[in-house]
C-alpha cells in the first residue's frame, strides 16, 4: 500500500474557520464513501464547530497523566489500529502531552501517511517556523508552538481558509469565537485589523510561494522556457557602476505596482573574472536589495547580452531592467550596437525597461556657453580638409583634361562648402587657400608650378576665399543659434523641475539648491546664512574653484567644483532671486505658524475666561446665598435649616474648588508644566480609590481585573483621577440596566485599562472632538462642567508616557481604553493556545487566555 495524501486547510489567524472546514469536508467524503473518522478535533466550545462534527465516528482520545494533571491527546494506536481511508486531525502544529510516542503531532500524521491512511488537518500561519519572527514583530507575541517548513511543504495540497478581517472581528464581537469576557481583550490585542490584515496577507503571500514554486517545477519538467505572466518579477541588471541604485530603486517601485511582485538583482561576471565591476559598490547595491524586499543573483558568462536574457527567462521574468550605456556616442558608433539594443532585441516577450543615470548624463545640466562650434567639429573640419585634398587632387587628375577644368573647380568649392559646414571658419580658410594653390599647381597652365600667370587665377583663388569665410559665418551663426536654443531648453527645464519640486511638497529651498549644483555640473552646493549651512547638495571641495553670489541681505550661494562663465551666471541669478524668494516664504511660514500657536493660546484664554464668567458664578452665586442667609438670620434659623445652608455652601465650594482646579490643570497642560512623578503603580491600587471617590459599588461596576498582570509606570494621582473622569462619563451615559465594566489585561509591553459602557457612543468621525477642552459635543447642559475632563484625562495619560483611545463596545457603546507602559516583563499570552487546550509541558499554567 502506498504513502497516505495529506491535505491541510491553512488559516491567517484563530477563528476563520479552518475546523469547521475541515469537518464540512469530512462530511462530504463520507457522502462519498470514504471511510471517515475523526481522529481529533478541537471545538473550543464552539456550538456550530460541535454540530458539525456530530454524526462522524470520532476515535477516542488517549489520557496521559502529568505532574498530577490529566491530559488528552491524540491516540496513534487506535487510529491505525482503526485503519480508516481518511483521518481528520486538528492543529497540526500542536504539541504532544509527554510519554506519547511522538512529541509533535505531525509526526504523528507522518505516521498514519506512512501506513496509507490519508490526514486532513489545519494550521495557522503564525506556526510555520520561518515565519516566527515576522509574526512577532506584528502582533508583538511570540509563538511557542511551530512546524518546521518542509513538513508543510511535503502536503499534497495546501488550502487557505480565508475569512476578510472586519467579518472575523464582527465574529467575535458577536461571541461566536470567544465567550463574552474575553471578547474586548481579543479585539484590542491579537485581533486589531492591522494585526489580522497582515496576517491574512502573510498567508495568501505564502501559499503564492508555494504555488510559484509549483509552477516553477512544472516548467521545468516539461522544458517550458517561454514566459508565463503569472505574476511581475522584475529583474534588475547591475554592472557594479554607480547607476546600480537607481536601478534598484526603479524596479523596486515597478515590482511594486502589482501584489506579491518579485525583485530580482542580477550582476554577469565573465568567466576569467576580468570584467570590471567595482566590489564595494556592488556589495552596497546588494545590500539595498535586500533592504527592499529582493534577491542578489550573480552568473558567469562572457555574452553579457546572452547572460541576462537567458537568466531573466529562467526565473521566468516579465520585466526587465537595465541602465542607459555609459559608453560616449563615438564609442557607440565605432562598437556597434550596445547591451541595450541587444537585450531588447533578444528578450522576446520580456518588457525591458532602459533606465537614464546621471553617469549616463545629468537631463538638468546645461550646455556649455564657448564657441559656437565644438572643438570636435572644428577638427574633424582640418582633418576633412587635410585628408579630403589630397584625395580629391588624385581622383582628378586621374580624368583631367582640357575642358575639365570648370567641374574642378566645382569640386574644389564642394570641397571648401562641405569643410565650412563640419568646422566652421577656421578649417573653411585653410581649405579655400589649399584648395586654391592646388589648382593652379594641377590644373592651370603652366603645371606643376605656383606661377599665377592670369590675373584671373588670383581672382578665383580670391573668390574660393570669400566663398569659404561666408559659408563658415553662416554654418557659425546657425551653430551658435542652436547651441542658445539648447541652452534655454535646459534653463526652461531646470526651472520646471525646481517648480515641480516644489509643488510636489518638497522643500523649495533644498530642490533649488539642488538644481543649481545639477544645472552647472558641480560637485557642491551649499546655502549659508550667518555661519549655518541651511541647505547642502554634493560634497563640498575647498581646495577647487568656487562661485559665490548673494541671495538678498542674509545668504550665500557657494557653488564649488568649477568656474561659471559670465553667460551662465545670467540663471544663477535667477535661481539667486527664487532662493531669495523661498527664504522669505519660510520667513512667513515661521510667523503664520507662531500666529497659530498665539491663535489657539487665545482660544483657550478666551474659554476660560467664558467659563470663569459663566460656569463659576453658579456655586459662587450659591455659596454666597447660603453664607448670607447664615449671617442675616443669625439665630433665627432652625437647627435644620442651619444645617441646609451649610450643605449648600459646602457643595457649592467644594465644586468651585474642583472647577479652579480643572482650569489650572489645563492651563499646564498648554504651557507644557504639568508635573509627572511616575512609580511602578499597582493598577487594583488605583481602580478601587477612583470607584469608592464616586461612590459607586457592584451594582454599578463589574470588576473583570487582571491580578497576574504587572504594574503600570504611572503618577497614581493622576491616574486616579482619569479614571474617576472616565467612569463618571460611563456612569452618565450607560443604561442603567447595564453595568460598567472595568478591566485590565497585557498586550506586548503595556497595561490596558479599560472602561467598557453601553450607552449611545461616538460616531468614528467626532472621536476627537470629545478631547477638545470646553467641548461637550453640543450637550447644553451646563450642570455637567466646563468640558474639560476628557481633555485633562488624554494630557495626564499622555504626560505619563501612554495612550487614551476610544473604541467601539462590542454590541453598542463606548470604550475608553488606558494603555501605560509595564514596569516589568509581563508573561505574554500565546495566541498560538488560542485555538488548542492547556500545553502539556506547562501543565501547572491555567488556560490561556486570549491575547
Do not use: C
Amino acid at each position: 500500500m502506498g504513502r497516505g495524501r495529506l491535505r491541510v486547510l491553512l488559516g491567517a489567524a484563530p477563528g476563520v474557520g479552518k475546523t469547521y472546514a475541515m469537518l464540512e469536508e469530512g462530511k462530504r467524503l463520507r457522502d462519498d464513501g470514504r471511510d471517515v473518522v475523526v481522529a481529533l478535533v478541537e471545538t473550543h466550545g464552539r456550538a456550530a464547530t460541535a454540530a458539525m462534527a456530530a454524526g462522524l465516528e470520532v476515535v477516542p482520545r488517549a489520557s496521559v497523566v502529568h505532574r498530577g494533571v490529566e491530559l488528552t491527546d491524540l491516540d496513534l494506536d487506535a487510529v491505525l489500529a482503526r485503519r480508516p481511508d481518511v483521518a481528520l486531525v486538528d492543529e497540526l502544529a500542536h504539541t504532544n502531552a509527554p510519554g506519547l510516542a511522538h512529541a509533535k503531532r505531525w509526526e504523528d500524521v507522518d505516521a498514519l501517511l506512512d501506513a496509507g491512511i490519508d490526514v486532513l488537518s489545519t494550521v495557522n500561519i503564525q506556526h510555520i517556523e520561518s515565519l516566527n519572527d515576522v509574526v512577532q514583530k506584528i502582533t508583538g507575541v511570540a509563538q511557542q508552538e511551530t512546524i518546521p517548513d518542509a513538513v508543510l511543504r511535503a502536503a499534497d495540497q495546501i488550502e487557505v481558509v480565508d475569512l476578510a478581517p472586519q467579518a472575523l472581528r464582527d465574529r467575535l464581537s458577536s461571541g461566536v469565537v470567544y465567550p463574552a469576557e474575553r471578547v474586548d481583550a481579543a479585539l484590542s490585542n491579537y485581533f486589531r485589523l492591522g494585526n489580522l490584515t497582515a496576517l491574512r496577507e502573510l498567508a495568501l503571500l505564502w501559499l503564492a510561494d508555494e504555488v510559484d514554486a509549483a509552477l516553477q517545477h512544472y516548467r521545468t519538467e516539461h522544458g517550458i522556457d517561454s514566459t508565463w505572466e503569472a505574476r511581475e518579477r522584475v529583474v534588475v541588471t547591475l554592472t557594479g557602476g554607480p547607476e546600480g541604485e537607481t536601478l534598484l530603486r526603479r524596479g523596486a517601485r515597478i515590482a511594486a505596482r502589482s501584489a506579491g511582485g518579485d525583485l530580482l538583482a542580477v550582476h554577469v561576471t565573465s568567466q576569467d573574472g576580468l570584467r570590471g565591476a567595482t566590489p564595494g559598490a556592488l556589495a552596497r547595491q546588494r545590500m539595498l536589495v535586500e533592504e527592499l524586499g529582493g534577491t542578489y543573483h550573480q552568473v558567469v558568462g562572457d555574452d553579457v547580452p546572452t547572460a541576462l536574457v537567458e537568466f531573466a527567462r529562467g526565473v521566468n521574468a516579465t520585466q526587465l531592467v537595465i541602465g542607459v550605456s555609459r559608453r560616449g556616442r563615438l564609442a557607440a558608433a565605432l562598437s556597434g550596437p550596445g547591451i541595450g539594443a541587444t537585450v531588447t532585441r533578444e528578450a522576446g516577450n520580456i518588457d525591458v525597461h532602459i533606465v537614464n543615470h546621471a553617469a549616463a548624463g545629468g537631463r538638468t545640466r546645461l550646455p556649455r556657453m564657448g564657441g559656437a562650434l565644438s572643438a570636435k567639429r572644428r577638427l574633424a573640419g582640418f582633418l576633412l580638409a587635410v585628408l579630403g585634398g589630397p584625395l580629391l587632387t588624385w581622383g582628378l587628375v586621374s580624368v583631367r583634361s582640357e575642358e575639365s577644368i570648370v567641374s574642378d573647380v566645382l569640386s574644389y568649392q564642394l570641397l571648401v562648402v562641405v569643410v565650412a559646414l563640419i568646422g566652421g571658419a577656421g578649417p573653411a580658410v585653410y581649405a579655400a587657400i589649399l584648395s586654391g594653390v592646388t589648382l593652379d599647381f594641377f590644373f592651370v597652365e603652366p603645371i606643376h608650378t605656383i606661377t599665377v600667370g592670369e590675373p584671373l587665377h588670383v581672382v578665383a583663388l580670391v573668390l574660393y576665399v570669400v566663398t569659404a569665410v561666408l559659408v563658415s559665418v553662416v554654418v557659425d551663426r546657425a551653430a551658435r543659434t542652436t547651441r542658445a536654443a539648447h541652452r534655454a531648453a535646459a534653463e526652461s527645464e531646470v526651472l520646471a523641475t525646481v517648480a515641480g519640486s516644489v509643488l510636489r511638497g518638497q522643500d523649495a529651498v533644498q530642490a533649488l539648491v539642488s538644481r543649481a549644483r545639477e544645472a552647472f555640473g558641480l560637485t557642491g552646493a551649499r546655502l549659508v546664512a550667518g555661519g549655518a549651512v541651511l541647505a547642502a547638495d554634493g560634497g563640498d571641495d575647498p581646495t577647487g574653484p568656487r562661485t559665490t553670489i548673494d541671495v538678498g541681505d542674509r545668504a550665500v550661494l557657494e557653488l564649488s567644483g568649477g568656474d561659471l562663465a559670465a553667460s551662465e551666471r545670467r540663471l544663477l541669478n535667477v535661481i539667486a532671486v527664487q532662493l531669495q524668494a523661498a527664504l522669505e516664504r519660510s520667513d512667513l511660514a515661521e510667523v503664520a505658524s507662531e500666529v497659530d500657536q498665539l491663535t489657539e493660546s487665545d482660544r483657550v484664554r478666551s474659554a476660560l475666561l467664558s467659563a470663569l464668567s459663566h460656569d463659576l458664578r453658579r456655586p459662587l452665586s450659591s455659596a454666597a446665598a447660603a453664607v448670607s442667609g447664615l449671617r442675616s438670620a443669625r439665630g433665627a434659623l432652625s437647627e435644620a435649616d442651619r444645617d441646609e445652608l451649610l450643605v449648600t455652601a459646602d457643595e457649592s465650594l467644594t465644586a468651585l474648588a474642583t472647577l479652579i482646579t480643572d482650569l489650572l490643570d489645563v492651563s499646564r497642560l498648554e504651557a507644557g508644566v504639568l508635573a509627572v512623578s511616575t512609580a511602578p503603580v499597582e493598577t487594583a491600587d488605583v481602580v478601587l480609590p477612583a470607584l469608592d471617590e464616586l461612590g459607586v459599588g457592584p451594582g454599578e461596576v463589574e470588576l473583570d481585573l487582571d491580578l497576574t498582570a504587572p504594574s503600570v509606570v504611572a503618577d497614581s494621582v493622576l491616574l486616579q483621577r482619569v479614571l474617576v473622569n472616565l467612569l463618571a462619563n460611563a456612569l452618565r451615559h450607560s443604561p442603567s440596566a447595564r453595568r460598567v465594566r472595568v478591566s485590565t489585561s497585557t498586550f506586548a509591553g503595556t497595561v490596558e485599562i479599560r472602561v467598557v459602557d453601553h450607552g449611545p457612543g461616538i460616531p468614528a468621525d467626532r472621536r476627537e472632538d470629545v478631547f477638545v477642552p470646553f467641548q461637550r459635543l453640543g450637550d447644553t447642559d451646563n450642570t455637567t462642567g466646563l468640558g474639560l475632563g476628557l481633555a485633562l484625562s488624554k494630557g495626564f495619560v499622555e504626560g505619563m508616557g501612554g495612550t487614551l483611545t476610544p473604541e467601539d463596545t462590542p454590541g453598542g457603546g463606548l470604550t475608553m481604553v488606558v494603555a501605560l507602559p509595564a514596569a516589568v516583563a509581563a508573561p505574554q499570552d500565546q495566541p498560538d493556545q488560542l485555538d488548542q487546550p492547556d500545553q502539556p509541558d506547562q501543565p501547572d499554567q491555567p488556560e490561556a487566555t486570549a491575547p
